[in-house]
Every structure is written in C-alpha cells, then in structure tokens.
C-alpha cells in the first residue's frame, strides 16, 4: 500500500489536528505509515508527543522539504486494542438483534453497539426477553410521543363551569380519587422502569411516556378539582389500602397485569362514562384525552401479556392467584369510597332532583356492567375460559384500579 498523505493546512493539534490523522490512520494495519503536510509551526512538536501518547512512531521530516511533508506517523500496533474483544451488544437469533437474555457487561451500551470488556456490571432485574418483551413495543411508543398533548392548549380551561354546587361537589369528589389512582399508576411503572435493562429499550420507552402521560392526568384532574374554588374531598383507607397493593407487587407480569388489564380496563370505562356524562364540557375534554391515553396503557400490558402467556404456561394461574389474594388482602376493607359511588350518581344526574338522580343512577349501574364486560373480554384475549374470566373479574378490586 502505497504511503497516504493527510494534509493539515493551517491546523495544529491545538485545534483538532489528531481528528484527521486518525482519519487517515483509519484503514492503516499496524507498521504502515501516513505522511503529514501542513504549515503549523508546532506540528512537528506537537505530533511527535501525541504519537508518543497514543502509541504510534513517529519520524520528523527534512525542514524545507519542497512537497510541505512535516513529517511520518507509523500506526503502532496497540492502537485499536479496545476494539478488540469488544463484542457486539446483540443477540444473534435474527430478531433485529435483540437477546433472550441481556449479559450485564453490556450495561447502559446501546443496542448493537461494541462493548469494550471490562466496564461496570449492572444488575437489571428484568433481563430476560420472554418475561418483558413485545413487538408491539415500537408502534405503541411511536403512537404515544405523536400523541403527547399539552394540557396548557388543548384543554380549553375557560369555558365557564355552572353545575348546581351539589353536583360540583360530585366533580370534586371524583376528581380526588381519579387523582390517588393516577398516582398508583405513575409510581408502579416508574419503579419497574429502572429495573427494565437497556437493551430492551422499547419497553423502556413505553413505560417512560406512560409515567409522562400519568403526570399529565394527575395533573388536569387536580387542576379540573380546583376549578370552582372548593378544598378536594376525601381520600379513603380502605382506597389507599387497594391502590397499595399494586405498589407492594414486585412480579412485572403480574403487576401489569392488575394495574392495567384490570385496574387502567376498568377505568377506560369509568372516563368513558366520564367523557359522555359529565355536567360540564370542560370534564368531558379531559376525560376524552386521558381516556385515549389510558386505551394505549392497556393494549400495552395486554400485548405483553398475550404474548408472555403463551410462552409460560404457568403464567395465567399465576395471574388468577394474584387477583384472588389481593381480594383476600382486601375483603376487610371499605372497597369504593361510597362517596365515589354517590358522586358517580349525582355527576351523571347533573342536579339534585329525583327525577335525575334516578338516571344518574341507572348509568352508573350500567358503567358497572361495563366495567366488569371488559374485565371479562380482556381475560378472555389472555386465554382464560369465560368460567375463569367470570370469577376473576368479579374478585377485582371494587375500588375499580
Ligand atoms: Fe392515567
Ligand atoms: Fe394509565
């Protein structure tokens, strides 16, 4: 191979000099030479050290050499060495090289990235492809950063709010739990966040804009309570007690399990109730946002699980004990807030009058059907018989998430 020349004009390594020798060195094998040209005064000086340090020779040319030559980099033969043995952080399955299970020395690298040996070994607890993955990932992801929204401009906090103060105080009364369950919702996959290792970074993305989207509901539901100037309502043990159950939960399957196939299900159907009765129209246009969100959450841990489920066959009685336990758990407590309920009936009345009140009532009976005919549709798509489907979704929680 016949000597390469880098020219470096006016440039000294005081200025980025090294970025195209290297350039040059580049496709050289150790022992083979590149030439340097350039008018720096230093250069030679300069090049010399550097090549010193970096583990290349070096040999200063004839000063007033007529083709400009300062002098000759000899490529040594320890450079390049932290590429060698870096192995690529992949699997080699073909599957857009993602790993059954990721190897802790890939650490924090990106996917297909070399990983030079040696570094730090974090332990992600979730590493294994077949206890986290779905392809369905990628479109999801992509589906919710096109669909963040800006509470600030798509919400239209002006219309003016006349509901009777009675059914105003149902509003608020709603809105203080909405804002307890929605706190469950970000905290539970923001702790399995940290534990997802990198590699699966899909996943990792999917769960970071749920935890986006969570700050976004707690948000419009406080902003929504505060509206009319009222304090917020009650925040029940018995409520707390159900939500923390999801927080105590350290399995990630089951965890999605209850909090989004049953407990985001669930509430899918209570914004939707939201969306369509609501008195005012300010309730309803949260309610339409955040039940779009809520809808992508669902398909999200119903993707996963599908999946998972036909890979574990242990995994469906797994997930059937959880429920019955947390009933166990719970069967001592107040289940829903009555205050909720109550608030449901006068909220979908929209006045204190017998009349209306009695509708109020007739939708929320019909949001309870509602509520447990998804519960069921959504265990019968992870394979449970109706018979199943029927006794777990009736042993959910009766806080609803
Ligand atoms: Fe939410
Ligand atoms: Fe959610």
């Known amino acids: 191979m016949s000597t390469a020349v880098v020219d470096l004009g006016p440039l000294g390594l005081d200025g980025g000099a090294h970025v195209l020798v290297n350039l040059a060195l580049a496709d050289r094998s150790a022992g083979e ?3 340097v040209r350039g008018e720096h005064p230093a250069l030679p000086v300069h090049l010399a050290a550097w090549c010193r340090q970096q583990g290349h020779g070096w040999r200063t040319g004839d000063p ?3 083709s400009g030559v300062v002098g000759w980099v000899e490529r040594g033969a320890t450079t390049g060495a932290r590429w060698r043995g870096a192995a690529r952080a ?3 399955d073909g599957s857009d090289g993602i790993a059954p299970a990721a190897v ?8 297909g990235a070399a990983v030079e040996p040696g570094g730090p070994t974090p332990r992600f607890r979730l590493d294994r492809r077949d206890d986290l993955w779905t392809d369905r990932a990628t479109a999801l992801y992509a589906q919710a ?17 006349a509901n009777p103060p009675e059914v105003e105080a149902a509003v608020v009364t709603v809105m203080t739990f909405l804002i307890e369950n929605e706190e469950a919702a970000l905290v539970v996959p923001a702790r399995f966040l940290g534990q997802v290792h990198p590699h699966f970074r899909e996943i990792q993305q999917v769960l970071a804009v749920t935890v986006a989207d969570e700050a976004r509901h ?14 917020l309502a009650l925040s029940t043990a018995g409520g707390r007690a159900s939500l923390q159950t999801l927080l105590d939960e350290p399995d990630y399957a089951t965890a999605a399990f209850l909090l989004s196939v049953m407990g985001e299900g669930t509430f899918v159907s209570l914004l939707s ?16 946002r955040t039940r779009a969100d809520e809808a992508r959450h669902v398909a999200f841990a119903m993707a996963h699980l599908e999946r998972h489920a036909t890979l574990d066959p242990d995994l469906r009685p797994r997930l059937a004990r959880a429920v019955e336990a947390r009933h166990r758990a719970l069967q001592h407590t107040s289940g829903l807030n009555e205050d909720v309920f109550d608030a449901l009936v006068l909220l979908a009345a929209g006045a204190a009058t017998p009349g209306a009140v009695r509708r109020g009532w007739d939708r929320v009976q019909e949001l309870q059907r509602d509520m447990a005919d998804g519960r069921r ?22 806080n609803f998430m």
């Open 33 to 35: 030479r590149v030439a």
């Open 64 to 66: 007033g050499d007529p």
């Open 90 to 92: 992949v699997g080699d």
């Open 104 to 111: 802790s020395e890939w650490g924090l690298a990106a996917r």
């Open 145 to 161: 950063a096109a669909g963040q929204w800006d509470p600030a401009t798509v919400i239209d906090w002006t219309v003016p709010i």
């Open 218 to 231: 707690v948000e419009v539901f406080t902003r929504r309570a505060r509206c009319s100037g009222r304090p």
């Open 273 to 288: 109730f939201l969306e369509q009765h609501a008195p005012d129209p300010l309730t309803r246009q949260i309610a339409t």
């Open 377 to 398: 549709g959504r265990l019968a798509r992870l394979g449970f018989s109706m018979a199943e489907a029927e006794t777990i979704a009736d042993l959910h929680t009766r």
